[in-house]
């Protein structure tokens, strides 16, 4: 039986993290489309949920915003948060947008609705914002998209197009 060296020698331990202590790597952001937003929810703000039927206040469980929230918020394990930001429709491009709430705060994944992840051009330009800002896009693709991306002879697929790319801050998943 061994003998706990802490009753021989008073050990004390102290580590700090170097260079990254304010980072949160569980932190994620769902982008919201003006049309969806709820009265009193203005553009280029945002709001943190914590569960579900918080969210479901504000959007009902048939809109995407509710939809692409439900994964983060329902997964095991179970995230803390998700903060929603409200997408201005007014916005030229997807890097405006994703620059207007980095401005405000930090988060490291970034998750979209299904029409913004359905959009070829739209992907791959908030891929591109997530590689060189080094936080992480799941592009969660379906339908015709992720069949094209399981056709091995197919490499105009968003998955080739993105690996093709270089670039290292971004996952696709085809289901």
């Known amino acids: 039986m061994s003998y706990n060296i802490d009753n021989i020698v008073p050990i004390n331990v102290r580590i700090s993290p170097q260079g990254l202590g304010n980072a949160n ?3 994620a952001t769902g ?3 003006e049309s969806e937003l709820p009265i009193g929810f ?9 569960t579900l039927p918080e969210l479901s206040v504000d959007f009902a ?3 995407e915003t509710y939809k692409m929230a439900r994964y983060w918020l329902s997964g095991t394990p179970r995230m803390n948060s998700l903060t929603i ?9 997807w890097a405006t ?4 709430a980095r401005n405000e705060f930090w ?7 299904a029409p913004v992840y359905a959009s070829l051009t739209d992907a791959e330009a ?3 914002w997530a590689n060189d800002n080094e936080s992480w896009f799941q592009n969660c693709q379906t339908g015709v998209s992720a069949t094209a991306i399981r056709t091995p002879a197919t490499t105009t697929d968003i998955a080739s197009n993105l690996t093709s790319a270089g670039l290292r801050f971004v996952g696709t998943l085809a289901h």
């Open 25 to 27: 790597f569980g932190s």
């Open 31 to 33: 982008f919201a489309p």
């Open 42 to 50: 203005a553009v280029d703000t945002r709001r943190v949920y914590s």
């Open 61 to 63: 469980d048939t809109t």
């Open 85 to 93: 930001w409200a997408t201005a429709d007014a916005d030229a491009t």
């Open 97 to 100: 947008t994703l620059n207007k």
């Open 107 to 113: 988060w490291f994944y970034t998750f979209v609705t």
């Open 126 to 128: 908030i891929a591109t």
